[in-house]
């Protein structure tokens, strides 16, 4: 796939990288699932390059920057702008159950924002993983322990905007 995303997350400090990638990430409530027999979650979802975003700042500020960032070219054969959305593929191992709140599973082609991701220790390496979408929709994991990945699938495209947080807040 080329210049793609591909993470591992062993542990709540590699967790808290995944989340960073994942900001502002949207998905449907179609594109999660559960698989019981297979104790893992798994959840595709189109996230915000923010890597590719700063980069692009930071040339038009004319500082340097420490690396060339390689897009994936288009279908056209076109290079996308700075601001970019990528398909990643999100999975998680070792779960035992899943729950939802302010979520309404029924409605498939909803469409969320993600906004963290979150692991909470109960009895190691036992813990709690918190996805919190804006609008107060939640997504907890409970897993024997911590291990999740994320990888990008494909190409990247223009994104419609850059997504906006209040830096009040």
């Given amino acids: 796939m080329g210049s793609g995303l591909k993470l591992i997350a062993l542990d709540d400090e590699d967790l808290a990288v995944l989340s960073v990638h994942l900001q502002d990430a949207v998905v449907t409530v179609g594109d999660m ?33 420490q690396g060339d960032v390689a897009l994936d070219l288009g279908p056209a054969g076109k290079a996308p702008s700075g601001c970019v959305r990528r398909r990643a593929g999100v999975r998680f191992e070792h779960v035992l159950g899943a ?3 302010g979520i309404d599973l029924k409605r498939k082609r909803d469409v969320l ?9 109960t009895s190691s390496p036992s813990g709690t993983v918190t996805f919190t979408f804006s609008g107060g929709g939640q997504l907890q994991l409970t897993v024997d322990c911590l291990e999740a990945g ?13 997504p906006c947080h209040d830096k009040t807040a």
């Fill in 113 to 121: 924002n993600l906004l963290l991701v979150t692991f909470e220790p």
């Fill in 33 to 65: 699932a559960f698989q019981p027999g297979d104790r893992r979650f798994v959840m595709l979802a189109n996230r915000f390059d923010w890597e590719t975003a700063v980069q692009k700042e930071l040339a038009a500020e004319g500082v340097g920057a």
């Fill in 99 to 101: 729950r939802v709140r």
């Fill in 150 to 162: 994320v990888e990008d699938l494909g190409p990247a495209w223009d994104a419609k905007g850059t």
